[in-house]
């Protein structure tokens, strides 16, 4: 015990010796004191409040409670282990990691390979090494987060709010300084085909990246949804920039960016309309699985 919270119990007595002592200064005191160590005013108004005096009979005295009859607990253990079912144990940190990485790159090699690499084949090497390596950078560390937030407890992950403007800042800034402006006679239709073909990668490496999730301990789906959308939509831009040969920075910065915050959005939307399913029902259908 320190001289500060000392001091502050030794003020707090004088003030009551000092005044009428009334039953909320007695529940007050009873939740740190025993009877005989309150204050003087304090044991004379237990003796002359009813209620008062029967709460201090009843805190030092448990062994007047009744014990539980058989029958309220028999009831009590078919209430806890009604829903109580075997589930597998979270893999580790490493492993949560590396799933979530397998899961992007082969979502990446998939896009790739059906939709072309027409835009690997335009892109420069420092082109390449700028806009590939930024890219795995933020996507490793939206994993990492990830990974954090299916297991509470660990070090704090970073608000989605922040990941949206460091990683908007830093896409935006990379995409300026790698490629140059010029304008385009079908800067809206290709522009949509491209966010259309982003949004439909993005959406569907989602998909794989809940799979993956489904059986973590997130406390907040919505904060969850969001990361993992980032890190969907940061997939999808990645296909893109492999897809896609149009380098025109315009293109790049209103057609392939934006699909990073949509996804981010979706995902954020998906997360609250799942932390709103009870979790009994959420969970319904994994008791299969060994300790």
Known sequence: MNDRTVNDRTSNYRT?????????????????????????????????????????????????????SPGQLDQA?????????????????AAQFGLLAALTLAALTVGGAILGLRGWDALQAGQRAGVFLVMALIGTALAISLTRQMAPGGPPAVAPAAWAVVLGAALAMLTLWLFEQRAEAEFLRTGLVCLETGLTVAALTGLLLAWALRRGAMLSHGFSGSTAGALAGLTALAVLELQCPNLNA??????????????????????LVIGLIPSQRRFRGRGDHGA
């Open 250 to 271: 315009a293109h790049i910065l209103a057609w392939h960016l934006p699909v990073v915050i949509f996804s981010s959005l979706g995902g954020l939307v998906a997360g």
């Open 16 to 68: 009551l010796n000092d005044r009428d002592v009334n039953c909320r200064d007695i529940d007050q005191l009873l939740t740190a004191h025993r009877s005989a160590s309150l204050p003087a005013s304090a044991r004379q108004h237990l003796q002359v409040c009813e209620r008062c005096h029967a709460l201090v009979d009843l805190l030092e005295a448990p062994g007047l409670l009744p014990p539980p």
């Open 77 to 93: 253990t078919h209430l806890l282990l009604t829903d109580l079912q075997p589930v597998k144990l979270l893999p580790g940190p």
